[in-house]
């Protein structure tokens, strides 16, 4: 089983890769039953059946699809530059790790940016050559998304 260190790297090669616009390269580190889900704070906690993103897999790759296939839409397209800081990996049996962390997203276009933070509750697990994503929740802690819509993926 991976550690925790690894984990770690884990999310950091990940939000690289959507920085880079490696989507599919990206979708490669989620496992085949993945859940993102994005709440915001106002949204009342982790707990609320209520979010503003609810992806399963197929979802996901929809989304993926969309942002590749509209993407000449955006000239210049969206950039994004994760940051995650504070993490905390906690070991859950078998063979999986929760990691509790804190993000910031800023997403730039023209001159335009949007800035979002929060925090990431994820559930890895091991796989045969390192870790995949299983499930993301995560909450917003700002209220407002300026722009009215996400057309990148947090």
């Given at each position: 089983?991976?550690?925790?260190?690894?984990?770690?790297?884990?999310?950091?090669?990940?939000?690289?890769?959507?920085?880079?616009?490696?989507?599919?390269?990206?979708?490669?580190?989620?496992?085949?039953?993945?859940?993102?889900?994005?709440?915001?704070?106002?949204?009342?906690?982790?707990?609320?059946?209520?979010?503003?993103?609810?992806?399963?897999?197929?979802?996901?790759?929809?989304?993926?699809?969309?942002?590749?296939?509209?993407?000449?839409?955006?000239?210049?397209?969206?950039?994004?530059?994760?940051?995650?800081?504070?993490?905390?990996?906690?070991?859950?049996?078998?063979?999986?790790?929760?990691?509790?962390?804190?993000?910031?997203?800023?997403?730039t276009r023209?001159?335009?940016?949007?800035?979002?933070?929060?925090?990431?509750?994820?559930?890895?697990?091991?796989?045969?050559?390192?870790?995949?994503?299983?499930?993301?929740?995560?909450?917003?802690?700002?209220?407002?998304?300026?722009?009215?819509k996400?057309?990148?993926?947090?």
């Open positions: 089983m991976a550690n925790s260190e690894t984990a770690e790297q884990f999310l950091y090669r990940s939000f690289r890769l959507l920085d880079e616009g490696k989507f599919d390269e990206w979708l490669r580190t989620c496992g085949d039953n993945v859940v993102m889900i994005l709440k915001s704070r106002r949204d009342d906690e982790w707990e609320t059946p209520v979010s503003l993103i609810n992806d399963d897999v197929d979802r996901l790759k929809g989304r993926i699809e969309q942002i590749k296939r509209y993407w000449h839409a955006e000239n210049p397209p969206t950039k994004t530059l994760h940051s995650v800081t504070n993490v905390e990996c906690i070991p859950l049996p078998p063979n999986r790790v929760l990691v509790h962390s804190c993000f910031t997203l800023i997403a023209r001159s335009r940016q949007d800035f979002l933070y929060g925090r990431y509750r994820d559930i890895l697990f091991s796989a045969f050559d390192g870790w995949r994503l299983e499930r993301r929740e995560a909450l917003l802690e700002n209220d407002v998304i300026e722009r009215g996400i057309s990148y993926i947090v």
